[in-house]
């Protein structure tokens, strides 16, 4: 049975606690090594790749890139230092393209 895989991307403060659920953990520091590892999960049956809003607002083309895609979600979440609001942002808009107003 095939299986997909759930990876969480981020600073390493912030990954490291995921591991202990039992999702893969890959802690960046730079946002060129942020992308490859973004890519590389996705080209390696990751469903849902968790990455840091940190992180995130460093590598905006690829995460636009693949929520264009079914596969993977790629999910935003705060990381330890607090959350940036980017990812209700993005919830918001996907609520709102798909309902047609915004409910939240």
Known sequence: MFMYKIGVVGDKDSVLAFKAIGIDVYPV??????RKVVDKLA??????IFVT???AQNI????????K???PAVILIPSNQGSLNIG???ISENVEKAVGV???
């Open 60 to 67: 905006e083309e690829t995460i636009e890139r693949y929520n």
């Open 69 to 71: 895609m079914m596969l």
């Open 43 to 48: 080209y390696n049956n990751y469903a849902v």
């Open 88 to 90: 209700m942002k993005k």
């Open 53 to 55: 809003e940190q992180v």
């Open 29 to 34: 520091v730079e946002a060129e090594e942020a």
């Open 102 to 104: 915004n409910i939240l």
